[in-house]
């Protein structure tokens, strides 16, 4: 989670734990805001609740970007990959050079435009060995606010469902060793698809998420691991 990289910053306070759930607690500096965060582990199941709290702690009212960054990699990247969502858009980064389609394009997902005429397939994540950047924003989502990564060759799905009350949208970024400069060169295989309040970039960019004075607001989301079964078995 991220308030511009903040939240990564500033400690955690523990209020609470025990093998099956915690709840912690942080106040923000140069955002008036604290986060009372619980998290738990559903009984026989692989699925973990994540609720965060977020509080205004001034008298003002306060417009805030909130974004989760869960993050794949390893292993989970090296098998035949797919990706599922609830969207039916997805936008490229205005801002961003070299993305996988022309800055600040809309595209019907899963399908996107190169600017060489091909078509991609969103859903499918390049092997081991295949160079990508992606990064934008997915949108318009129909039938809740959802995404899932599955792996075929492990038989593992990861599937993210979260609130779009205040996440109306999910920042969608994959650096398949691509980038040949500073931070990565070309070292790192990572994908992320983030729950967030607001755009990536862009002249329209505009968080959702505005708090009143003293107002709290909860923001709930769900990760969960599931085994697949592969389509000859019964």
Avoid: K
């Avoid at 990289?5 to 106040?27: F, I, M, N, Y």
């Avoid at 973990?48 to 805030?64: G, K, M, P, W």
């Avoid at 990572?190 to 009143?212: F, H, K, N, Y």
């Amino acid at each position: 989670m991220g308030f511009h990289g903040e939240a990564a910053l500033t400690r955690w306070d523990v209020c609470a734990a025990d093998a099956t759930s915690a709840s912690l607690q942080v106040d923000l500096y140069s955002v008036p805001v604290r986060i009372d965060r619980t998290l738990a582990l559903r009984d026989d199941t692989a699925a973990l609740d994540l609720t965060d709290t977020v509080t205004n702690l001034s008298d003002t009212t306060i417009r805030i970007d909130y974004a989760q960054h869960p993050a794949l990699a390893g292993p989970f990247l090296a098998g035949d990959g797919h990706i599922d969502t609830g969207a039916t858009r997805f936008t490229t980064d205005p801002d961003t050079a070299g993305n996988i389609a022309a800055p600040g394009t809309t595209h019907t997902w899963p399908f996107a435009a190169a600017e060489d005429g091909a078509t991609v397939d969103l859903r499918v994540v390049p092997g081991v060995g295949q160079r990508r950047m992606a990064f934008g924003w997915l949108s318009d989502f129909t039938g809740g606010h959802w995404a899932s990564v599955t792996n075929r060759n492990l038989g593992l799905t990861v599937r993210l469902d979260w609130d779009g009350t205040h996440l109306p949208y999910a920042w969608f970024w994959q650096e398949l060793n691509d980038m040949s400069g500073f931070p990565w060169y070309r070292r790192a295989r990572v994908m992320a698809i983030e729950p967030a309040s607001t755009q990536t970039s862009g002249p329209d960019r505009r968080s959702v998420l505005a708090l009143v004075p003293y107002e709290t607001v909860r923001i709930p989301m769900t990760f969960s691991i599931n085994e697949i079964r592969a389509s000859n078995e019964r």
